[in-house]
Structure formats: structure tokens, C-alpha cells
């Protein structure tokens, strides 16, 4: 299988090739794999433009019309499931198992979007409360909010496109996207499906990849009443600054913890964490970063850490036994690499990995990290996580809470009451337990607190984000 050599933007429903300025590499190779088209700032301007033109259709549209569009972007994903997961090996560095899981998640995010669309539903409010609104009765239901604009990163580039792009169909909002420049593909193969559908009116969608710098209109301009940002927290928090009144929805950085409690099942554990900690080489805003462990098995379940993190196969993510590919780019793993450094220099000690060539940074566990150290207080975005232990479980709760992030949390243990009282004191947007904090279905309300950003993902939870309230109150006559 191979890629086309050049491809278009989408503005406004249609495939443009202005230029082909951004050059995207293969992530492995570290050559270029294809040239995309890049959005200047007067096309950026004609797709917002064309989402307020296309505004009232898309809001008259039937239930059953934008469940239809969803539906058809349902059948083409899965016939063109090979390709979209070749192209995100490609364009990512994901590995093709990691990549054929991303494009699962993206079908069952569409499809999930085509069962909401007929449920956005209202509700009758009695307003005869006191003598004066006796007569009187209410009823509110959820309209569009409008135009958006989205801005999705490199990470899951189909998925978290997805949880973007199928909630506003379903709810009749037409939108801008700005794919990450690293990784634009996955949204143009989305946009080339959407173009298909007749039915939606021009300026529903325009997907526009653009420099960083030529980008502001999706974040300034008031023309767009709803902003859904994923990213790291540094752009994330400057964007909001710059929104003006529009809404926002941030999904940032996270530096998530997983418990592992003395009664909890340690193959389970063992091979959970592996997975949460280095699927995708790390780069995930809820992967594993901090291991948390009972003393009483701390030095056990270390040793089974150690040993199951040196087997882990790295290399071409195109081999189908390879579950380490690379970081997004070198320099993203020369900072990791200087992080690691660091905290060896002020006391920490190396379990495993710790060695890079290139965007290849091997899996690496650490211990006695201090905590003024990257390593432990800032967000790794790679195949790094960190072990300490805990005594006491309020101890254990603290930890994970020492935490400018407040994404997702993990907790292995058998003990409900423990698992309860987590839910009640944990500081962040979800307790997962018995499992890690990477774990999550496309349908759950999915975001975090404190640096971790503002907002939930989640079909169901964006679509509330993408609809106002509006209110009626009738006078009756009788």
C-alpha cells in the first residue's frame, strides 16, 4: 500500500490544491511521505465565512439527515479501514496494531454520533410555582450553537478529529478544522468522505491545515461561537486568552497515576500498566507517567515492571511485532532524553531504557525521581514512567493528587470502599478502577480538571457543548 504524492484541503465541502507547501514525513524514515495543501489566512477567513453562511441549513436539518451523513462516514471508514490505518502508521509513526485500533475507535466515534443525532432531546418545565405563573407553562429544547472551530493534535488524528467533527454534525453545527501539521492526513481522508455527502450545504466543513502562525482567525475571529481545543496546556491556556466571548472546550496535558494496592491481581496490573505506559510509545495525554506501589509488593511488582519493559519489541512501526515506534519527532525525543538525564543527575535511579537513537526513544522506567524534576511534575508525552511507593492509602491518594493535571487516574484494588472513597478524593476528571488511566470508551465524558483543561468529550457530553438552550413559556388559555 502506498500514499498519494500530493493532497487537497477541504474549504467549504470542496477539495482545493492552493499549493502544496506542507511537506508531512514518514516518522520512522524520517522522509517526506506526501506534500498537503496549506491554508493562508483568506482561506481560513472563506471557510468561517462559509460556516455562517451554511449555519441555518445546518441547523434545519432533519435528525435523520445528519444521521445519514454519519452513517455513510460509518461504511466508508470501514472500507477504507487498511488505508486510513497505513496512512496513520505513516504520518504518526503509530504501530499498524495501534494504528488499526485508532481506526475501530474512529468508526465506533462516528457511529456512536449516528445513534445521538435523533436523541438531543428537551424537556417541559411546570412554571406554576406560585400564584403568579399559574396560567403558565415552559418547555426548553437544544439548538446548534453554531459556527466552530477545532483544532485537533497529532497523537490520535483520527480519533480526537472524530470526537470533534462527528458530535457537530449530530448536533447541525458546521465547523473549521485545523488538523496538526505533523499528522493532517487522517482529517483530509475524513474531509474526502464528508465531501461525498450531498446533503450537507456548502460551508458545512472546512478542513484546513495551516501553520501555527497563520492560525489566529480559528481562535480570534467572533464569527465561530464555540472553540474545541486539544493540545498541550502552554497553547491550550494562551488560546483561551485569545478567544474572546466564543466557548471553549480544552482537553490538555495530563501527568496520570496508577495505585497499585497490596491486594491487587499483579499479572492483571503488570501487563494493564505496560500497555497504558508505553502504548503509542507514550504519547498519549492519559498514559501512565507515575506508578504508584504498595510497599509490601513495591520491590515484587518493580522486578515484574523491569522485566516485561525489556521485552517490548522496538522499531519500523510498520512491523506487525513492533510495539515501540518512534516519537513524533527528534526533538521530541532528544526533550524526554534530557528529562531522563536530569532526574538520573539529581538522584533518580534507571530500571530500564533511557537510550535514544534518533525519534527512537526506548521504553524507560525510573525510580526515586524527585519531585522539582520534569520527569515527575511535568507531562512526559513518551515512554517514561516513574515508580514510587506508598504506605498508607490516603498517602497513596495525596500522591496522585500532587498534580498540577487532574485528567484520569488509575487504581488497582479489590477493596470498594477504597475504590469509593478515590472516586470522592481524587482530583481529577476520571477514577478508573482496576485498569489504567488510559483506559476509555468513546461514549464516556472525557476530560479533566485543574491544567488538564475545561470541558468533556464524549459524543453525548461534546454534543451539550454544541447546542444552546432555548426556552418557550406559553400562557394558556383556560
Not at 106 to 126: H, K, M, N, S
Not at 249 to 271: F, I, P, Q, S, Y
Not at 304 to 313: C, G, P
Request: net charge negative; glycine share 8%.
Amino acid at each position: 500500500m502506498s500514499l498519494k504524492s500530493v493532497y487537497p484541503l477541504y474549504l467549504n465541502n470542496k477539495a482545493e490544491q492552493p499549493n502544496q507547501d506542507l511537506a508531512v514525513t514518514d516518522k520512522y524514515s524520517g522522509e517526506i511521505a506526501f506534500h498537503t495543501a496549506l491554508a493562508t489566512p483568506d482561506i481560513i477567513d472563506a471557510g468561517i465565512a462559509g460556516a455562517v453562511r451554511a449555519a441555518p441549513a445546518m441547523a434545519r436539518l432533519a435528525s435523520y439527515e445528519r444521521q445519514a451523513v454519519l452513517n455513510h462516514c460509518v461504511t466508508r471508514f470501514q472500507a477504507r479501514a487498511d488505508e486510513l490505518a497505513y496512512a496513520l502508521c505513516v504520518e504518526a509513526g503509530k504501530p499498524i496494531k495501534d494504528s488499526e485500533g485508532e481506526v475501530s475507535r474512529l468508526i465506533d466515534t462516528f457511529r456512536i454520533a449516528a445513534e445521538e443525532a435523533p436523541r438531543i432531546y428537551g424537556e417541559v418545565q411546570p412554571l406554576d410555582i406560585s400564584p403568579r405563573s399559574r396560567a403558565y407553562m415552559g418547555m426548553w429544547k437544544r439548538v446548534p450553537i453554531g459556527p466552530c472551530s477545532f483544532i485537533s493534535p497529532f497523537n490520535f488524528p483520527l480519533n480526537l478529529a472524530a470526537h470533534k467533527i462527528a458530535p457537530a454534525i449530530a448536533a447541525g453545527c458546521p465547523f473549521v478544522m485545523k488538523p496538526a501539521s505533523k499528522t493532517p492526513l487522517g482529517a483530509l481522508i475524513i474531509g474526502e468522505i464528508l465531501a461525498e455527502c450531498d446533503i450537507l450545504p456548502l460551508g458545512a466543513f472546512s478542513i484546513l491545515p495551516a501553520s501555527r502562525d497563520g492560525a489566529d482567525l480559528f481562535t480570534t475571529d467572533d464569527r465561530l461561537k464555540l472553540l474545541s481545543f486539544t493540545g498541550s496546556p502552554a497553547v491550550g491556556w494562551d488560546l483561551k486568552a485569545k478567544a474572546g466571548k466564543k466557548k471553549l472546550v480544552l482537553e490538555l496535558g495530563g501527568n496520570a497515576a496508577v495505585v497499585v494496592d497490596k491486594d491487587a491481581d499483579l499479572d492483571h496490573a503488570l501487563d494493564r500498566i505496560i500497555f497504558g505506559a508505553f502504548y503509542q510509545s507514550g504519547q498519549s495525554c492519559i498514559g501512565v507517567q507515575r506508578i504508584i506501589i504498595h510497599a509490601d509488593i513495591y520491590d515484587k511488582f518493580r522486578a515484574m515492571l523491569v522485566a516485561k519493559t525489556q521485552t517490548l519489541v522496538a522499531g519500523d512501526p510498520h512491523d506487525r511485532n513492533t510495539f515501540i515506534g518512534p516519537m513524533i519527532s527528534e526533538n521530541e525525543a532528544k526533550r524526554l532524553e534530557g528529562w531522563i538525564n536530569s532526574a538520573l543527575a539529581n538522584g533518580a535511579r534507571l530500571l530500564a531504557g533511557g537510550t535514544r537513537k534518533g525519534a527512537m526513544l526506548d521504553a524507560t522506567l525510573l525510580e526515586n525521581v524527585a519531585p522539582d524534576q520534569d520527569a515527575y511534575r511535568e507531562e512526559a508525552f513518551g515512554p517514561l514512567a516513574i515508580l514510587s511507593k506508598f504506605t498508607e492509602w490516603d498517602d497513596a491518594i495525596e500522591q496522585v493528587n500532587n498534580s498540577k493535571y487532574g485528567l484520569q487516574a488509575g487504581l488497582f484494588t479489590n477493596d470498594i470502599h477504597k475504590a469509593l472513597n478515590a472516586w470522592d478524593d481524587l482530583d481529577v476528571g476520571g477514577v478508573v478502577i482496576n485498569d489504567v488511566s488510559s483506559f476509555r470508551v468513546d461514549n464516556m465524558p472525557y476530560g479533566g480538571v485543574k491544567d488538564s483543561g475545561l470541558g468533556r468529550e464524549g459524543v453525548r457530553f461534546a454534543i451539550e457543548d454544541m447546542t444552546e438552550i432555548r426556552n418557550m413559556v406559553i400562557l394558556r388559555n383556560r
